[in-house]
């Protein structure tokens, strides 16, 4: 899973990650921020805005994989991973024992890990929607998309508990 340099997953993800906020940034630079602006100057900012989400991003979200495939048992192959990491969210029991209680290892984990960042979350998703009523207030009337998105990454994010829960019950019977 490693390699020289660091994880080659962490370096896909990140990529992924940062390739798609770029995209989002010049997208919100260009009709939002500073629609008189230059389209290479949108660009410009959504490159280095890209690189550094992609650069903390990558190796987080790569770590935390990598956390739940030891929870899952280091024994499992990356498709027999994923399998159980399916498995624990959906709540549909695999044939083979071991993939069952690997998914049931995994929905544990998530959970307490869920558990672990629900008030975090939580105040985020808080204060980015207060911000951005705010800022809507203040004028900036495409701000609502943003508490409105903040509201709904809230929303999902207290489902999953439950969601994860009910899955973990499956599992169990």
Not at 31 to 42: D, F, I, Y
Not at 47 to 59: L, N, T
Request: aromatic fraction near 6%; proline fraction near 3%.
């Amino acid at each position: 899973m490693r390699t020289r340099g660091g994880s080659r997953r962490a370096w896909v993800l990140g990529l992924r990650f940062g390739a798609g906020f770029a995209v989002g940034v010049v997208l919100m630079v260009s009709t939002v921020a500073l629609p008189g602006a230059p389209l290479w100057v949108a660009v410009l900012i959504g490159i280095g805005a890209g690189a550094a989400f992609g650069a903390a991003m990558g190796p987080a979200t790569a770590r935390t994989e990598h956390e739940l495939w030891q929870a899952a048992g280091e024994e499992l192959t990356w498709p027999q991973f994923r399998a159980a990491a399916r498995a624990s969210r959906s709540g549909r029991a695999p044939e083979d024992p071991r993939l069952r209680a690997a998914a049931i290892r995994l929905g544990v984990q998530q959970l307490v890990r869920h558990r672990r960042h629900r008030k975090s979350t939580m105040i985020a998703c808080a204060l980015g929607a207060g911000f951005s009523v705010l800022s809507a207030v203040l004028g900036n009337w495409l701000s609502l998309l943003a508490a409105a998105g903040f509201a709904g990454v809230a929303v999902v994010y207290l489902r999953e508990r439950t969601k994860l829960g009910r899955a973990l019950l499956r599992l169990r019977a």
